[in-house]
């Protein structure tokens, strides 16, 4: 089992920015982002994957998101930038802890709220 730990969250200013990261306790294959609105199912944000390339983006976070990840730290992060409230979500890491092709860890979430 591998423990994630989410830091980062807080509240900003539509078109502020703000960076999440994830520190995993050990290092871990493809690493993303999810994110759950107030009354919405979690939706899939971005995703990066062993090496820190194959990054992938959903549509609604592309051109404003950034991930990427530092090995030697166990690390993801998002940066968020050009926020909107839309963006207002509870942000949960997770990752594949074995190379199955699944996230099969996951993060207990961060508050990223965005004011109008």
């Known amino acids: 089992q591998v423990h994630l730990v989410e830091s980062g969250g807080g509240l900003v200013q539509a078109g502020g920015s703000l960076r999440l990261s994830c520190a995993a306790s050990?290092?871990?294959?493809?690493m993303g982002w999810f994110r759950q609105a107030p009354g919405k199912e979690r939706e899939f944000v971005s995703s990066?994957?062993?090496?820190?390339?194959?990054?992938y983006y959903a549509n609604s976070v592309s051109g404003r998101f950034t991930i990427s990840r530092d090995n030697a730290k166990n690390t993801v992060y998002l940066q968020m930038n050009s926020l909107k409230p839309v963006d207002t979500a509870v942000y949960f890491c997770?990752?594949?802890?074995?190379?199955?092709?699944?996230?099969?860890?996951w993060g207990q979430g961060t508050q990223v709220t965005v004011t109008s």
């Open positions: 997770a990752t594949d802890t074995d190379g199955n092709g699944s996230y099969d860890s």
């Open positions: 050990r290092r871990t294959f493809r």
């Open positions: 990066v994957g062993s090496s820190g390339g194959r990054t």
